[in-house]
């Protein structure tokens, strides 16, 4: 599955943002996720959605910023990002997930797409 990660761009602090990943008819039954990697610093899950967005989590420093949603007839998995923050700054990819849902563990993910670089100016 080729999975394409846009959206991405400079911002400033408080601003918002929308990520789109393309993933293909053969993830509609897939849980996804949204990850990212700052410079210097350790991939970090940020939101996942099930395969019919009925179940979605969050990490808690993007919980009430973040909606992860994902429209099936589309196969695009969004990321909304509001109030963004300095910290928010980084590569954000989508990665399929081996399930019908998605993990905090990378390693339950099958394919990941080429990412997006957010940038937030304080």
């Known amino acids: 599955v080729q999975l394409q990660a846009s959206g991405g761009g400079l911002v400033q602090a408080g601003g918002s943002l929308r990520l789109s990943c393309a993933a293909g008819?053969?993830?509609?039954?897939?849980?996804m996720g949204w990850f990212r990697q700052a410079p210097g610093k350790e991939r970090e899950f940020v939101a996942g959605?099930?395969?019919?967005?009925?179940?979605?989590t969050y990490l808690d420093s993007v919980k009430g910023r973040f909606t992860i949603s994902r429209d099936r007839a589309k196969n695009t998995v969004y990321l909304q990002m509001s109030s963004l923050k300095p910290e928010d700054t980084a590569v954000y990819y989508c990665?399929?997930?081996?399930?019908?849902?998605?993990?905090?563990?990378?390693?339950?993910?099958?394919?990941r797409g080429q990412g997006t670089l957010v940038t937030v100016s304080s």
């Open positions: 959605i099930s395969w019919n967005g009925a179940s979605t």
């Open positions: 990665a399929k997930s081996r399930t019908s849902y998605s993990s905090t563990d990378y390693s339950q993910y099958t394919s």
């Open positions: 008819r053969t993830a509609s039954n897939n849980g």
